[in-house]
């Protein structure tokens, strides 16, 4: 994968730093350690994992958690930590205060994210989800209180959104669901190459993720894919989670944005390629 000095410098931090971001310093692009992905087990449906779309539809509408035993509270506080504290804080910290902005929950599920985030004031808020279900009964039980808010199906690896129509994208656990799927890659490529079409320039890709455990391995080279061109600043560990404010820079014109995209996918698919043969070794070691 190329790594261009002009690549990294872009990257530098142009916003404030607060709750202790720091600088993403100038890197060269290094792969994602590899994603040892479960298996999925012939598309029965009691074997259904995070990585199907499915899983998520009978999550949601059932209860049903199905192969996992996770504790998280889906009409609670969710994946990974409530609005309250750091989320909060730098949503403020972004948006300047300013309460008119437009708001982009991707794969917003049913827990308390988006009513907190309407609640707090910023009523141009729109929510999308690949679940049916999640999307269905988020707007019935909201109508009422979150009269201006918008809630849609969608897939944000292709989103049904016009270009530079949002200034933040709030992303909490999204990204990280994408990149348990198969093609984790290509699909994570394609899901931020659509963050980045719909953001307004300056405009903010606010990331909560696990990271897991390690965003500088994990999460940090699939953000700096050589078709995205995002100032970075991260947190430290907030407790199981790290926040990612990612603003969107000037884009290159269309001849150099495709070339960058082709240079991007060409290298995604490449590793999943990878970890796929890496997979089938390891199954086939298993089976000797
Ligand atoms: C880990 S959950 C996070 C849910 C919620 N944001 C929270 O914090 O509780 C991942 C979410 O991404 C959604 N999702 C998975 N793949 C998606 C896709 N391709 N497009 C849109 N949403 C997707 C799932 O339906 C699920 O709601």
Redo the contacts with the bound molecule.
Sequence with gaps: MPTTSAMSQRRRLTIGLWLGLVLVSPRTFTAPGRISRQAKAGGTDPMLSYQD?EY?ERRYSTGDKGVHSDI?D?RGV???CSYAGPVQETLNAITGGDRSKVLLN????M?Q?SPDIYKDGYTNLLS????RH?IAEMAKQTAEEMPLAKWFV????RMNLPDESVDVVVD???L???LI?SEPFLLAARMLKEVQRVLKEGGIYFLITHGRGDPDTWRLPVLTLPHLSFNIAKTPDMGGYFIFVCTKLPQPDAAAAAAQWDEAEAWAKKRDEEDREAEYAAVDEIGQ
């Excluded at 991707?106 to 599920?109: F, L, R």
């Excluded at 969608?154 to 690896?157: L, M, W």
């Design positions: 779309e998520w998280i889906d969710g994946w990974l991707i794969g917003c599920g827990d994210l999308s989800d690949i679940s999640a969608d897939d944000v690896t909490k656990g999204t990280d669901a994408v799927q």
